[in-house]
């Protein structure tokens, strides 16, 4: 099964938290007590959307964290790529080159390399702003693909 890590999960559950009140100045304390993280967890989080510029701090007495960018204009791929600590790929060599040594004649690489365009694509096309107010998953399923008929699942010609 293809899954994203804990800490990119947390991350995101922080920033879509941070971007149902984009103005407010939230504490790591603060986002670990009101979504039952650890508060050393959300500090982690916090740092490194920070190194990536998706929240900025704000030092002081009244300090904390906002968004770095309006919520409509942070990917859940730019999330992905701030928590994950490889480039992004559902193979490894779907994400690096010079990685396998049948890379050259592999009969499937070119087939892993463009479904992880789909998923990246996929990433890149919701934003925070969605995450924050989610849309009923009938209202984006497509027709299953196991509905159709083989050759059409293949995109191959009958």
């Not at 916090?46 to 900025?56: E, F, I, Q, R, T």
């Amino acid at each position: 099964m293809l899954r994203i890590s804990k800490i990119t999960d947390y991350g995101t559950l922080v920033l879509t938290h941070m971007a149902s009140m984009p103005e407010h100045l939230f504490s790591a304390s603060d986002l670990a007590a009101t979504l039952g993280l650890g508060v050393p967890t959300v500090s982690k989080v916090l740092k490194l959307l920070g190194h990536h510029g998706l929240v900025l701090s704000v030092r002081g007495l009244h300090g904390g964290y906002r968004l770095g960018r309006s919520p409509d204009q942070i990917s859940v791929a730019q999330i992905v790529d701030a928590l994950e600590d490889k480039p992004f790929g559902l193979t490894e060599c779907s994400a690096n080159s010079g990685v396998c040594s049948i890379e050259t004649s592999c009969r499937i690489r070119a087939n892993w390399q463009r479904i992880n365009v789909v998923v990246r694509g996929a990433l890149e096309d919701v934003t925070l702003a969605e995450m924050v107010r989610p849309v009923p998953i009938e209202c984006v399923i497509k027709p299953r693909l196991a509905d159709a008929e083989p050759t059409a699942r293949l995109g191959r010609q009958k």
